[in-house]
């Protein structure tokens, strides 16, 4: 256990100030810092520290580790823990999160503005700011089967070794699940997930590039896929997945049912927070039009704030209606989940 504190700290991203937990939660510097434990790793997040930095005089000490990592951290560290904010991607992890107490509430009239209140804990432990949707992709040289409207029609006889779809392991398959069961209850998703299994063109394996590049190379007729790797494929610095981008369709599911099923990237403040009033600054400015601008056009997701212009690419799949169901229920229907996908042996 201790190496892997050792790697994680051997990690520490530096961006405004030299990293120093310890400093910072001695009061050093207090009034002008945050330390934030985040999951992410994009170059957008890098650019929008940097400018909240700028804008605030608010230094930002990044630590940088997987989202089960940063979690057993916060958890063994205690009252001591440096962590001020902690990000993660989809909402089962933040709700994994709350779980163990490792957040504590806050009162935001900007926060409560900006982010719709199906996108935020519902007693404000922890708030959405990107939300990325679950599609359906197709290749566009071959057309999308006749048929196919909602996550339901994956199921159907009809596509028999046609879907492309990652491990029952992956938390977006599992909150897609989990969103499901909330939705059809435990029956109709155990009903749904079997028949998925059977018709999968292949033993689930790779990310959600991996399953469009399957699809491209004609493994399988349809991938189930997060919205913004549409994105990364065709803002490649790499020609082939590039080309394989520009032959991808998406569909969004459920339009004429629950919406969407959609997954976030949310913040909450760390219950023993040494500088809470920054971290509100920091995640209010996340939440900004202008932050929530720069996440769309740079890392292809889309934003929760209302008022915040999307990209030109984003804009371009057109308009959909989205699942508002409360996302803590991605969280609370995680175990089970699981537990399905084990009962119908969905690898």
């Given amino acids: 256990m201790k190496k892997s504190y050792l790697l994680i700290v051997s990690l520490l991203c530096v961006l405004a100030t030299a990293c120093n937990p310890e400093a910072a939660k001695e009061g050093e510097d207090a009034e002008a810092s945050l330390t934030l434990y985040t999951h992410r790793h994009y170059e957008a997040d890098q650019a929008l520290i940097a400018q909240f930095t700028e804008e605030t005089g608010i230094a930002v000490n990044v630590v940088n580790a997987s989202a089960d990592e940063l979690i057993l951290k916060m958890e063994n560290e205690g009252e001591q823990s440096p962590a001020d904010v902690l990000i993660t991607v ?3 992890r933040l709700e994994r999160a709350k779980s163990k107490g490792l957040f504590q509430s806050v ?17 404000n432990l922890w708030f959405a700011f990107t939300k990325r949707a679950r599609l359906i992709a197709y290749d566009k040289e071959r057309g999308m089967p006749s048929g196919i409207a909602s996550y339901a029609d994956l199921a159907a006889p009809e596509m028999a070794g046609k879907v492309l779809i990652r491990s029952s392991g992956n938390i977006y398959n ?16 155990k ?6 299994v059977a018709n999968m063109a292949r033993p689930p394996k790779g ?7 399957a699809l491209v190379a004609g493994e399988g007729e349809v991938a189930v896929v997060n919205s913004y790797y549409l994105g990364h494929l065709l803002n490649s610095d790499d020609p082939a997945e590039v080309a394989v981008g520009e032959r991808i369709g998406l569909l969004f599911p459920d339009q004429d049912g629950n919406g969407t099923h959609i997954n976030v990237s949310g913040a909450g403040i760390a ?13 209010e400015f996340l939440s900004s039009p202008s932050a929530q601008a720069l996440l769309a056009s740079s890392n292809y997701e889309f934003p929760v704030n209302p008022e915040a212009e999307t990209s030109a690419l984003i804009a371009s799949w057109g308009s959909f209606k989205e699942d508002t169901m409360a996302l803590q229920k991605l969280g609370e229907f995680n175990k ?12």
């Fill in 174 to 189: 599992q909150s897609l699940m989990a969103g499901i069961i909330a939705n059809e209850g435990q029956e109709g998703a």
């Fill in 191 to 196: 009903a749904w997930a079997e028949r998925v």
């Fill in 336 to 347: 089970q989940a699981v537990l399905t996908f084990d009962e119908v042996g969905w690898q």
């Fill in 107 to 123: 009162s935001s009239p900007v926060l409560e503005e900006n982010i719709p209140t199906h996108l935020r804990e519902q007693d």
């Fill in 90 to 92: 989809d909402a089962g």
């Fill in 271 to 283: 219950k023993y927070a040494p500088n809470k009033a920054n971290a509100v600054k920091f995640i």
């Fill in 207 to 213: 990310n959600d590039r991996d399953q469009m590049k």
